[in-house]
């Protein structure tokens, strides 16, 4: 079945301690990308990867790291999570990258969500 | 940034009507997409529509765009409790490599 597999699902953690959030896709999509959901503000990019091995910020990357060592996985770091990193997070996926029109080109496949808070 | 905004920001309506839902952008854009988000769950395609495109079909759902006016809706007919949610609009900068969301508009069908 394709899918967009995230984990945890839920974490309750303290500040200042390193944590991963691990995000695979067995669809062999290039594009993979992160948001966050907090109330009132919609989704917000964090980070995006068009492929392997390259990587960009979204609109609010601070205070994360991604990194996209295989096509498949994206994880993303918080290396000193923050109160204010509390929140909801997708990875998504696409087929696209650029020379196929970009992320706006296709559907995004998202998975069902990592809820954090930070204590 | 914020490209997408849905309006209005919550719609109450009764089973069997329509929905209709708007979303209104700021730069030019090749795609628009529209998703829908159980609560908390993750989002759901639903449909795609290309800036040289005016109107498209999915099923009960139908997408306009309009580029001169930078908006498209999103119109949901006989609606369904089951379609109780969030959707949200997508779009992507002109073609940019990032796809930015709108704040999303809750829909509730009662029954």
């Known amino acids: 079945e394709a899918q967009v597999t995230q984990n945890p699902r839920y974490l309750i953690t303290v500040t200042g301690k390193k944590l991963t959030v691990t995000c695979s896709q067995n669809?062999?999509?290039?594009?993979m990308s992160w948001y966050r959901q907090d109330p009132g503000l919609g989704l917000r990019q964090i980070y995006y990867?068009?492929?392997?091995?390259?990587?960009d910020k979204g609109d609010v990357p601070e205070g994360y790291k991604v990194s996209r060592k295989e096509k498949r996985n994206f994880p993303l770091i918080l290396e000193s999570p923050s109160p204010n990193q509390t929140s909801l997070y997708f990875c998504?996926?696409?087929?696209?990258?650029?020379?196929?029109?970009?992320?706006?080109?296709?559907?995004?496949?998202f998975g069902d969500g990592t809820r954090l808070s930070i204590l | 940034s914020q490209q997408g905004e849905e309006d209005p920001q919550a719609l109450s309506i009764q089973e069997g009507e329509n929905a209709t839902m708007n979303c209104s952008y700021k730069t030019s854009i090749n795609n628009l997409q529209w998703y829908r988000q159980n609560s908390g769950r993750g989002l759901v395609h639903l449909i795609l529509i290309r800036s040289n495109e005016r109107e498209k079909h999915s099923g009960r759902l139908r997408v306009t765009l309009d580029t001169s006016k930078k908006s498209s809706s999103l119109l949901i007919t006989a609606s369904r409790a089951a379609d109780t949610a969030s959707y949200f609009c997508?779009?992507?900068?002109?073609?940019?490599?990032?796809?930015?969301f709108g704040k999303g508009m809750k829909l509730t069908v009662n029954p």
């Open positions: 997508a779009t992507d900068e002109g073609g940019s490599e990032k796809l930015v």
């Open positions: 669809m062999n999509h290039e594009y």
């Open positions: 998504a996926s696409s087929l696209s990258g650029l020379h196929r029109g970009g992320p706006g080109n296709q559907p995004q496949h």
């Open positions: 990867s068009m492929n392997v091995e390259v990587t």
